[in-house]
DNA sequence: TTTACTGTACCGACTGGACGGTTTACAAAA
DNA sequence: TTTTGTAAACCGTCCAGTCGGTACAGTAAA
């Protein structure tokens, strides 16, 4: 995808850019519709092109799902590391990057949705479900190396997780001001435990 | 349901008994198989009857789907009814009720594997999701009345559910001491908040 | 500077299987 | 003899994946 800004001196798409295409329409049905109407004709549809060319970009059903959430996953990380960056490395940066990310993305209905799809989709594919193990694996990891104590690190880590899974299936979420309240608060007793 | 004990005078099951039986093969095969496994078929022959024989106690899938969701809820509800009597009316029972009972269901793996498969079915099934969101209404209204300060009550609820959370799809859960000493936090938080 | 060939991107009809739900027939208890 | 419960064949739809084919860009020998 380097250098994609040349916009096509040829005609052609690049294959980086129909596949990017495809994630992007994949999505959309994900929040309009949901898990179960993600279907390849759909989601080829949705992106401007037959199936047989979605299918040419990936070879099943299982690799699309696969290179979705790889996809969201680095949206969600790069977003990450910018903030990490905004908090410079005092003790629990790692940690307030963390919740500003989270809170920032399950805020917004379309993200809510669309992970709220994501986390079911797991439960249908074993590799995706695996790839977010991982993935919380390694947050765990940078969540007890992050310069706090670690059982308090954590048990924030899943005060931050329990805030996102009751906004993202709207599970008795906290009110405007209550959720101003739990953020500062999380940021506090991050302070707190260094 | 009330005094199934009479243990069959007569030969027939009752409808109530057939239910239960249905419940719990639908649930064994969420566990070990998953939600893409729950056929009507594949529950009728696991709950040792016929397709037609399942489909007299339910209509369609969806009212299975639901029958199962409010099978389950009762059973968590009728432990945290259990816990809170346990717990007296000291401030701050409720939640620590809450605190218990999630953890020890979450525990299970079965149990844990079943609740991942049920949360699953929520995206498709929007009338199980209804339910699920009204329990959580409902639960976090009790949160903000147990005699906690509001805030702290919610934000320790959220850091259980947290926990099950993690617990459910091991996302980077505790290991046995970090649980033991989340739990024993939890529990001092409450006192601390009341 | 045509011609022949190769690889990339894409199309769309088709197939085979799964699954929800219907229908019809039947059995046994009340 | 009606109500309750069970069985099993069957129907229609949906959908993942296959496959033969097209369009076109680049390349290189003729």
Redesign the pocket.
Same mark, same amino acid.
């Given at each position: 995808m380097q250098e994609s800004t040349r916009e096509n001196i040829?005609?052609?798409?690049? &294959?980086a850019e129909?596949r990017d295409l495809i994630f992007q329409a994949a999505s959309q049905i994900l929040i309009d519709e949901g898990l179960?109407s993600l279907?390849? &004709?759909k989601a080829a549809e949705q992106a401007g092109?037959?199936?047989?060319?979605l299918?040419?970009?990936f070879p099943?059903?299982?690799a699309l799902i696969d290179a979705i959430f790889e996809y969201h996953n680095d949206i969600f990380e790069r977003r990450l590391d910018e903030l990490c960056a905004e908090e410079g490395h005092a003790p629990g940066a790692w940690l307030k990057a963390y919740a500003r990310a989270s809170v920032e993305q399950i805020i917004d209905e379309d993200t809510a949705s669309l992970y709220a799809s994501l986390f079911a989709a797991e439960e249908k594919y074993a590799s995706a479900h695996a790839k977010m193990r991982q993935k919380y694996i390694d947050w765990q990891d940078k969540v007890e190396n992050c310069g706090l104590d670690p059982n308090w690190a954590m048990l924030i880590r899943l005060t931050v997780d329990g805030l996102w899974f009751s906004e993202m299936h709207q599970y008795g979420p906290p009110n405007t001001q209550q959720r101003d309240w739990l953020i500062t608060q999380i940021m506090e007793l991050v302070d707190q435990h260094q």
């Open positions: 040829g005609q052609r798409r690049t &294959a129909t179960s279907t390849l &004709a092109l037959s199936k047989g060319g299918l040419y970009h099943n059903k299982v």
